[in-house]
């Protein structure tokens, strides 16, 4: 169920979300509930988030992948495409 959230936010900083949202074929709506929810998550480790440096922060929850993805995996492909 979703809920009406009224925010108190600075002109330009509305106006550059607007422009990153689409950028994003999201809502703002959507990019704010998406970094609530990053922040305010339990499997999140706060210590380790406060001690991501402040680009790091931002980036949080931007991408989505599978948690069943070998990450190793991943790498290991992506520089074989890269290098070979």
């Not at 009224?6 to 900083?13: F, M």
């Not at 499997?43 to 931007?62: A, D, F, H, Q, W």
Request: proline letters at 1%; glycine letters at 2%; zero cysteines.
């Amino acid at each position: 169920m979703y809920n009406k959230l009224t925010l108190n936010i600075e002109q330009n900083v509305i106006e550059n979300a607007k422009i990153y949202a689409k950028n994003q074929k999201r809502s703002v709506s959507k990019l704010v509930e998406e970094y609530l929810s990053t922040i305010s998550s339990k499997n999140n480790k706060n210590i380790e988030y406060n001690s991501l440096g402040p680009i790091t922060k931002e980036l949080v929850g931007v991408i989505k992948i599978k948690k069943d993805v070998n990450y190793e995996d991943l790498l290991t492909e992506a520089l074989m495409e890269k290098y070979l």
